[in-house]
């Protein structure tokens, strides 16, 4: 059985900064009594607490707050300017990127087509990306802080190799995460889509307060993001949640995942299954997406029935 750790006076204090910085992120502007009655602490150690937020510069003062009984207090929020972070969504055809200041709020952003060639220097096409998504926030890539890259793949942590993403050319190197960091100059994570679009609903969402649930993706591909105790389950390989190449009854086996969406539960509800049945019902679109917003809203129409007629209008003065 592991030893509790002792409640030392720095520990302590790094429990009530973060309690106090989540308080702030999460309702914005508040004064000293304010966060003590927040986060349950005193007072004076909310005083304490505040200046040395205020030193580290993650917090700022922002103004006074008038109208309420007692002294005039004054307001502390969350240096947004403190850290910046930029999140990565990497698909065959673009690498969208965007920063965003401590308190979450996007700062910048930018988009870089990816054509699909062979030879494609990976390292090369994200600082592009980073380096124009930080110079739209007013800032270098090296004031990042962190890049998270979301990707449909998995890395596979026994190789450090990305798999299930053989459609997205140049990613398949050894050490794909170190190899990032190391040539962009910043701390990098790699994470599927599906499981990133999990923990967004997790956070926010309709997930909010669960942490046990499994959220199904339905785009080109199938996925599924599967998170036990409030965290994604990768699986051995990290590929947990690739269930598009899972076997299914009247689908051909998957015989080689290098094919993308083919075979397995992909090739029956997939984004190219859906838009081939969609069109054999007469609904036509670019893709799935497209079809099933025109079959939506005609099906729309036709539950509300016909316009009711107009209202006549008052009768002509006899003249």
Do not use: C
């Not at 009984?69 to 004054?74: D, F, V």
């Not at 054509?115 to 096409?125: E, F, H, K, L, Q």
């Not at 299914?248 to 993308?260: E, I, N």
């Amino acid at each position: 059985m592991t030893a509790p750790v002792p409640g030392t006076p720095s520990l302590l204090r790094a429990i009530n900064d973060r309690a106090a910085l989540e308080a702030l992120l999460a309702r914005g502007p508040l004064t000293r009594p304010q966060i003590s009655d927040l986060t349950g602490i005193s007072k004076p150690t909310a005083s304490q607490l505040l200046a040395r937020l205020e030193e580290a510069g993650l917090v700022v003062r922002d103004g006074v707050r008038e109208g309420l009984p007692g002294r005039t207090a004054e307001l502390y929020r969350v240096n947004g300017a403190a850290a910046h972070v930029a999140g990565a969504d990497v698909t065959p055809a673009r690498i969208r990127v965007s920063v965003a200041d401590l308190t979450g709020t996007v700062v910048g952003e930018h988009t870089l087509p990816t054509p699909a060639r062979t030879g494609v220097d990976v390292v090369a096409r994200m600082a592009e990306a980073l380096d124009k998504a930080a110079a739209a926030a007013g800032l270098a890539r090296t004031a990042l802080n962190r890049a998270v890259i979301g990707i449909q793949g998995a890395i596979d942590p026994s190789t450090g190799r990305l798999g299930y993403a053989a459609h997205i050319p140049g990613w398949h190197i050894p050490d794909l995460v170190g190899t990032l960091a190391g040539g962009l100059g910043v701390r990098v994570a790699i994470e599927n889509d599906v499981n990133l679009a999990a923990l967004a609903e997790r956070a926010g969402g309709q997930a909010a307060g669960t942490r046990d649930f499994v959220l199904l993706w339905v785009a080109d591909g199938v996925g599924m993001a599967v998170v036990l105790d409030g965290a994604p389950h990768r699986g051995a390989t990290g590929g947990a949640g690739e269930i598009g190449y899972a076997p299914a009854v009247g689908a051909p086996l998957m015989r080689d995942v290098r094919r993308t969406h083919t075979g397995g539960v992909h090739s029956l509800t997939g984004g190219a299954a859906v838009l081939k049945l969609m069109r054999e019902h007469g609904f036509r679109g670019r893709d799935a997406a497209t079809a099933l917003g025109r079959a939506a809203a005609e099906v729309g129409a036709d539950r509300a029935g016909p316009a009711p007629p107009p209202t006549p209008g008052p009768a002509p003065n006899a003249r």
